[in-house]
């Protein structure tokens, strides 16, 4: 956690008030764990400032839920906290690409993302997941310099986070912060398989 | 996410499901952002499989509510899912140590770690966040190796994660998943300052 003190003050003409309250745009990129799990947990922080939370999920497959979709759909019932959206892009999505119809998920990808550019126009939520979105925009299927641009002009107070490896260049040049989860060990070296609650 | 294909078959006579069972000791390590919103992340997928989750804050000030707190109190209190407790160990605890009665200060952080050792021997929790764990490591406050030994030791299936910046070599040896979270942008650089919802 950062202590608070910025490292320099800025000349942007901005009251810290104003400064404070600037919507962030981050990504977290890197080929370890951790990039989707930390949104989800920043998302945690939404909820309990009653924001309106929107999930968009690129590559998981409409099948797979994992542990952080339940827990979020009971905080979204919930009276207290904000409210959340949880969308999957596309049914038999595959991370590694190495099945179902690859032009279908490039539509299906498209799609997602012109419902996130509605959303961002009409201000629809406070809290933008945009899980393992560098996929599509490093497969050609998204047109990255329309995703910053997009980005970098959305009305109001709307907060996006974008998770995924190899983060395009202008992205992390756009974004506010940016985290590259870094690899020191992981069990899978070892030859541990994946576990529940642990990988999902 | 891992692809869930082991690099290597290791030869440790374990079966498949044996090692797919072997509980996880985490250490989420680096100076950026997202080392303990990774790891409530992980809770997320504990609380979803109904674990029971541990979570230890070791420098946070008790008045220092996260929103990650709140979100996990209201899930620990649903009649779906896992139980939460959530402990902050110590009153006017400081990040920066800047403050506050440096004495008490140990002594409180040594009866935190007396009181998970008593808790991991007894097989209390199924997850076990060790939040900021690494500083009374780092200051000597708790001697690592006492640490390790007892985490390596520990019965049953406990899965432990330990967040905190400057893990100690004799924890990053011991661990089977080590993330750091490198600093690649941060929006302090350019003056701006935290803010609710997003650093709380």
Redesign the interface.
């Known amino acids: 956690?950062?202590?608070?003190?910025?490292?320099?003050?800025?000349g942007?003409g901005l009251t810290?008030r104003q400064?404070?309250?600037?919507p962030?745009f981050a990504?977290?990129?890197?080929a370890?764990?951790?990039k989707?799990?930390?949104?989800?947990?920043?998302a945690?922080?939404?909820?309990?400032?009653g924001?309106s939370i929107g999930v968009f999920q690129f590559v998981k497959s409409a099948k797979w839920r994992?542990?952080?979709e339940?827990?979020?759909r009971?905080?979204g019932a919930?009276d207290?906290?904000g409210t959340v959206e949880w969308h999957k892009m596309g049914e038999g999505w595959s991370?590694?690409r190495k099945q179902g119809n690859e032009e279908d998920h490039a539509a299906n990808a498209r799609e997602g993302w012109a419902e996130i550019k509605r959303r961002l126009a009409g201000q629809r939520h406070?809290?933008y997941v945009l899980d393992e979105f560098t996929y599509p925009l490093n497969w050609g299927w998204i047109d990255t310099a329309e995703v910053v641009e997009t980005i970098l002009a959305r009305p109001g107070r709307q907060?996006v986070v974008i998770t995924g490896r190899n983060a395009p260049a202008e992205l992390?040049a756009a974004?506010?912060?940016?985290?590259?989860?870094?690899?020191?060990?992981?069990?899978?070296?070892?030859?541990?398989?994946?576990?529940?609650?642990?990988?999902?």
Chains 1, 2 share one sequence.
């Not at 990504?27 to 890197?30: E, P």
């Not at 945690?44 to 400032?49: E, F, G, M, Y």
């Not at 974004?175 to 990988?199: N, S």
């Open positions: 956690m950062p202590q608070g003190k910025p490292e320099v003050v800025p942007d810290t400064r404070r309250n600037r962030v990504v977290h990129t890197g370890m764990k951790g989707s799990t930390a949104a989800f947990g920043m945690l922080r939404a909820w309990n400032q924001w994992v542990g952080e339940s827990a979020f009971a905080l919930l207290e906290g991370w590694s406070d809290f907060h992390v974004a506010d912060l940016v985290v590259e989860m870094t690899k020191i060990k992981h069990p899978m070296d070892a030859g541990q398989k994946g576990q529940r609650g642990i990988e999902w």
